[in-house]
């Protein structure tokens, strides 16, 4: 598991500029260095909010805001301090209509584990965004960012939360991480972060959502039940973004067949996009995706199934049409067993370029270190997004949010996580069946990069498919980009995005919570390609 998290999440000029008002932040812009040289006191720091104010354009209309920067503390029975929570508010303000105990109010987590939020932050949905070329285009440091004209303040309030162990959230000593860092440990933590600041901030009254990407759909979908059972409290929706509730569906290995059958459709967009099938797969590739589905889950899983029984006239055809759809060579195809690995495959479809293909993003290439090597050495898309985010984020939070901590932002930190499993795979789509059979109301929307071989889009749909009972499927919105695992930072994708999600919390917010189900055919999670 340990290399799932060593390599997740870690992860157009516009017009019109967020716009910062507070003092805080002017005072960050100072070019002159300040008076005090030497190291400070953060522990003073981290008992106080930042607190500022902001004017973000979305669609037309001038969103006026208030930023908070802060930290939770968690605490024992005894009163002893465990661990600070930092966290990123911002709350809408304004607007008469949307009184701030009743607005939608929506907490985010990126995943890792040991990321922070700093992708969902910088890069979806908050005030402002990273400036990113095109995937062919180097990044040219220092970096930038932009206003974020797709960011969801319009329609709710958003809190960026770092779990303890990222960003600048830490335990009170080093030896209490053991309580935060594993699976059951954190969804406890997260759910006490929640209902803390849902206490603390008066927001009990409001819509709740809960936001993931990556890990963190893991982590949201554990915790819509840990919320049931620890507060009682319930959550309106869920929205995950390249989601992964059962890590069967995609960690390879000699005994588990399951990811080669649900990474192909993904490997196919790959060669799709560098050009790698034959003429008639790349005119549509909607149509040729959909012939990728077929085989994987029909020939493909068949010979898999079958093993060494599987004849050698069918081993060759299967083999032939894997080559057809991935853009391999069938010879290729048959020295691996019929069995080929994300790493291998991001390697072996550009290797005569001397390039790999991205990991996130397989739109991205990098050069290919070791030619020799069967396997890639580094991931070429978290290469060219890990710096323009770290710059970013750290320029926003000095100079506009007025955050003046000066320990580094743990982007990406490496933790001792501890899975909680000893003989079996993680998996939290068990909590949320049990959360959506008890919340005959929550509803769920998955959002899916083509282009993602992190996790890709078929092992979502194999595990929704699969819930229990059938028919919660009905409250499953999927949707489709032609991106990657962070779909988002493609501009296009991000405007589909946001069209996607003001419809997903309308229909949300609409629906009435005595409504017995089926909701409607509109959400029928096997919708989509």
Not at 45 to 69: L, M, N
Not at 143 to 165: A, C, E, H, I, M
């Amino acid at each position: 598991m340990l290399w799932f998290f060593r390599l997740t999440f870690i992860f157009a000029a516009l017009s019109v500029a967020a716009l910062p008002l507070s003092s805080a932040q002017e005072a960050g812009k100072a070019d002159s260095p300040p008076d005090d040289m030497g190291a400070k006191d953060e522990t003073a720091e981290e008992t106080k909010s930042v607190v500022s104010e902001g004017r973000v354009e979305i669609d037309g209309k001038e969103i006026t805001y208030q930023a908070t920067a802060g930290f939770l503390t968690f605490q024992s029975e005894t009163g002893e301090e465990r661990a600070k929570v930092f966290y990123t508010a911002y709350r809408r303000t304004g607007d008469e209509e949307n009184k701030t105990r009743s607005r939608p109010i929506t907490f985010c987590f990126n995943g890792g584990p040991g990321s922070s939020s700093v992708w969902l932050h910088m890069g979806m949905l908050g005030p402002k965004r990273v400036v990113l070329p095109e995937p062919d285009q180097p990044s040219v440091p220092p970096f930038g960012s932009q206003t974020n004209r797709y960011s969801l303040l319009d329609v709710t309030d958003l809190v960026f939360v770092d779990p303890v162990g990222t960003g600048y959230s830490k335990p009170a000593e080093p030896e209490k991480g053991k309580e935060f860092y594993g699976l059951r440990q954190d969804l406890d933590s997260v759910s006490e972060f929640i209902q803390l600041y849902v206490t603390k901030f008066n927001r009990w009254g409001s819509p709740k959502f809960l936001l993931g990407e990556s890990y963190g759909t893991t982590r949201v979908a554990g915790v819509s039940k840990r919320l049931q059972d620890r507060y009682r409290m319930e959550v309106n929706g869920l929205v995950l973004v390249s989601s992964v509730l059962d890590f069967q569906t995609i960690v390879f290995s000699e005994t588990n067949d399951l990811p080669f059958v649900l990474f192909l459709p993904s490997y196919t967009a790959t060669a799709w996009y560098h050009g790698k099938l034959s003429d008639d797969l790349q005119t549509d590739l909607d149509a040729t995706l959909r012939k990728a589905r077929r085989f994987a889950m029909n020939d493909y899983a068949t010979a898999l199934l079958k093993g060494a029984d599987l004849s050698k006239t069918k081993r060759d055809a299967v083999a032939g049409q894997y080559a057809r759809l991935t853009g391999l060579s069938k010879e290729y195809v048959l020295e691996n067993n019929l069995r080929i690995s994300s790493s291998r495959f991001n390697k072996a479809l550009l290797e005569s370029q001397d390039e790999t293909a991205g990991r996130f993003d397989s739109r991205y290439t990098g050069i290919a270190r070791d030619p020799a090597d069967d396997r890639y050495a580094f991931d070429a898309s978290a290469s060219a997004l890990f710096g323009p985010f770290t710059a970013s984020v750290n320029d926003y939070f000095r100079n506009e949010l007025g955050i003046e901590l000066d320990r580094p932002y743990e982007i990406l930190a490496s933790l001792d996580w501890q899975w909680g499993r000893e003989n079996g795979f993680v998996e939290t789509v068990t909590a949320l069946s049990d959360a959506m059979i008890r919340n005959r109301s929550l509803k769920v929307f998955v959002a899916n990069g083509y282009y993602d071989l992190a996790t890709p889009y078929l092992a979502t749909e194999y595990t929704f498919t699969h819930l229990r009972p059938p028919h919660l499927s009905q409250r499953v919105t999927m949707e489709y980009y032609e991106a990657g695992h962070m779909m988002y930072i493609h501009e296009p994708s991000l405007q589909k995005l946001r069209k996607d999600l003001l419809a997903f919390y309308r229909d949300t917010l609409e629906e009435d919570s005595a409504e017995e189900d089926p909701v409607g055919d509109e959400a029928d999670g096997s919708s989509g390609r």
